[in-house]
């Protein structure tokens, strides 16, 4: 136990928290819009895996991450948009069209990095890192928590802004409006498939940038099939997280930290095997489900599709 | 999508004017998308530098008009059939097992697990059959927890059979490894069934029994959920719990036991890629079949036969493709663009179809 808790074991358990966390956090805050509108998003996995590939595919010729970053929104946005025309404006079921779309972009995808980058497998640089003055020095926490690339805080400042949306702001309350009773929106003066379709656009952006943050900063370099089901546990953090962005925040990070328990525990010598790591964060998740089950409380008109006029 | 079959109200009519009606309809609604996916997927190909009229012969030609294809593809067809029973019961009843890859892996463990070290004390039949319930055990086992949680807590089972895939997926991979590895080869897998102590083969070719069992399967699971008095239950439930429970039924039991069938088909689909055709389970081996078999089942409207024919031609491009990656130089991910293309247009299709029907009445 005492070799558990060594610094470098705690600094790498950390900084794979953060690194394998970020990407969990920006696809759970995009669903959660989603599914506060009403749009139950199974898309989403599709959307990081078209965020990763364009979002490596312009810091590559760009040689900008930053570029790269725009790249990733754009990828996720476009296959967003099918989402928001087929299952908002058209009402086709959200669950065939959401599964439909992350197969197609797995298989584009794949496609197209056969063809473009199966010989060469180019690889990006390493990125800068932000060093926070003094705090870097901190031991152990120090360089985990405060030498790490901007985007890690700008998407923890969008927890504060959305919780701040969520609460605050008419605009909140119109999305709570479209995913609770949409009549009553559309009644009140509210567009309701222009609400949904920009909550669908939103999550498509913050998928696509999770997804370009694991191809430009956690591996350098696109895969296909890369984001391995993150996005669906980007689905599961909204669902758990009953509408709140801080609690997307907490469950993103002990997800990241159990992802990364594997690597940091072979830093530390330890010989439990990764398969039995990796079954940890969706035990927790169950066993959260078994015990609060009653209370995981989600939009009264999810996964329905509204239109004027019908009863 | 509603969960009720439109195929059944299709049945060809005696009236010329309604069976041309009735052709229109196929054509807008199956032929037309499935043509139409063809293209969409052949612009792709070409903007690749692919002929698509050569692609799409090859993949025809190796999976469906060789011996040798055709017969893979058949064998194939074994676990994907079991997986599209389990789907069927599981949608026509309302409720999204989205979880059948885990507890299809599970059963695969259970079977390769018990199988062997029965060979010596079971006559041949019996090993097999044990092997099956031991694995339609396990895979029902599986789904208990999503189960109960829908039935009597109302959580969504999306996330539950999501969560118990990534789970049974990990702890399939814990058994093979660490607990049913087999001691006398280097390679990590379980141990090896004897191929003459696998399921029997068709006659003089190499297709696995499992497919016509499978076939067996989705025909009875069609027939329980549209002729009989429970599958009559289970649709209503799908339809509306709220009426189900006015109606006087047992909604929560009704929900676990379709939850046990359809894991309990998912189960038996990996006993029949074990005890049919692989014999053992190699560490990581996951073929994630599930996630391909629920579009399938989708693209039939839950509907038996045409599931079958579904996964028949589905199984021919697989095995095509299979090919072509390797001779025309296509990766196998291309079948997915295809799948994908052809259930958005499927469903785009049947918007088009509703809304025609609206106008005219």
């Known amino acids: ?311 | 999508m509603s969960a009720s079959s439109e195929l059944d109200d299709a049945a060809p009519a005696q009236s010329p004017r309604r069976s041309s009606r009735w052709l229109q309809r196929f054509v807008l609604v199956t032929l037309g998308p499935i043509l139409a996916a063809l293209v969409v997927s052949g612009i792709v190909l070409l903007l690749f530098g692919v002929d698509p009229l050569e692609y799409y012969g090859y993949v025809v030609r190796r999976g469906l008009l060789s011996s040798l294809g055709l017969q893979q593809t058949a064998t194939r067809m074994a676990p994907l059939l079991f997986l599209a029973a389990g789907l069927i019961v599981a949608f026509r009843a309302g409720l999204w097992n989205l979880g059948v890859d885990g507890q299809f892996l599970l059963g695969a463990v259970a079977a390769a697990a018990l199988a062997p070290s029965l060979v010596d004390i079971l006559p041949g039949w019996a090993m097999l059959v044990a092997g099956f319930c031991v694995a339609a055990l396990v895979g029902a086992l599986w789904s208990v927890v999503p189960a109960l949680l829908r039935a009597y807590q109302g959580v969504n089972e999306i996330i539950t059979t999501l969560m118990m895939t990534f789970l049974g997926v990990s702890l399939a991979n814990v058994l093979v490894k660490l607990v049913f590895l087999d001691p006398t080869t280097t390679v990590p897998q379980t141990r090896t069934l004897p191929v003459p102590d696998r399921m029997p083969r068709l006659f003089d070719t190499t297709i696995s029994s499992g497919m016509i069992w499978g076939i067996l399967a989705v025909l009875a699971v069609h027939l329980m959920m549209t002729r009989t008095a429970f599958g009559l239950r289970l649709r209503t439930v799908g339809a509306n719990p709220h009426a189900a429970a006015h109606a006087g039924l047992n909604v929560p039991l009704l929900t676990v036991a379709v939850f046990a069938i359809s894991a309990g088909f998912a189960g038996l689909a990996g006993a029949s890629e074990v005890l049919g055709v692989t014999g053992n389970i190699q560490a990581d081996w996951n073929p994630a079949y599930g996630l391909m078999v629920i579009p399938l089942v989708f693209l039939a409207r839950f509907h038996g036969v045409g599931s079958i024919i579904l996964i028949f031609l589905y199984s021919t491009l697989l095995i095509g493709a299979e090919s072509a990656a390797r001779r025309v130089g296509v990766p196998q991910d291309f079948t997915l663009v295809l799948v994908s293309s052809l259930l958005i247009l499927l469903a785009l299709a049947e918007w088009l179809d509703a809304r025609r029907s609206w106008t005219e009445s």
């Open chain 1, 1 to 311: 136990m005492e070799a558990l808790l060594t610094a470098a074991f705690l600094s790498s358990l950390l900084t794979g928290a953060i690194v394998a966390g970020i990407p969990l956090l920006l696809a759970g805050l995009g669903e959660q819009m989603s599914e506060k509108a009403g749009v139950l998003n199974i898309g989403i996995e599709g959307m990081m895996l078209a965020g990763a590939y364009l979002g490596f595919l312009t810091a590559w010729t760009s040689s900008s991450i930053w570029l790269g970053f725009l790249g990733g929104i754009a990828g996720g946005i476009l296959v967003a948009a099918l989402m928001a025309l087929l299952c908002v404006v058209l009402r086709l079921n959200q669950i065939v069209i959401g599964i439909a779309l992350t197969l197609g972009v797995e298989g584009m995808t794949a496609l197209l990095h056969h063809f473009q980058f199966s010989r060469t497998y180019p690889r990006l640089p390493a990125p800068d890192r932000v060093d926070l003055p003094f705090l870097t020095d901190i031991p152990v926490l120090g360089p985990s928590l405060f030498g790490r690339h901007p985007l890690v805080y700008l998407a923890l400042i969008s927890v504060l802004v959305l919780a701040f949306l969520y609460r605050r702001t008419n605009l909140g309350l119109t999305l709570r409006a479209a995913g609770e009773k949409p009549a009553a929106l559309d009644v009140a003066g509210g567009h309701v498939i222009a609400i949904r379709s920009a909550a669908v656009l939103f999550t498509g952006g913050m998928a696509g940038l999770g997804g370009a943050y694991m191809a430009n900063i956690g591996a350098g370099l696109f895969i296909p099939y890369m984001t391995g089901g993150a996005g669906f546990i980007g689905i599961v953090l909204a669902m758990l997280a009953r509408g709140r962005p801080l609690w997307v925040l907490a469950g993103a990070l002990i997800f990241g930290a159990a992802l990364s328990l594997t690597t940091a525990l072979q830093v530390a010598g330890s010989n439990i095997p990764t398969d039995v790591i990796q079954m940890l964060p969706f035990a927790a998740v169950m066993l959260v489900l078994v015990i609060w089950g009653r209370r995981a409380r989600l939009p009264a008109a999810l996964g329905v599709g509204y239109e004027r006029g019908a009863r």
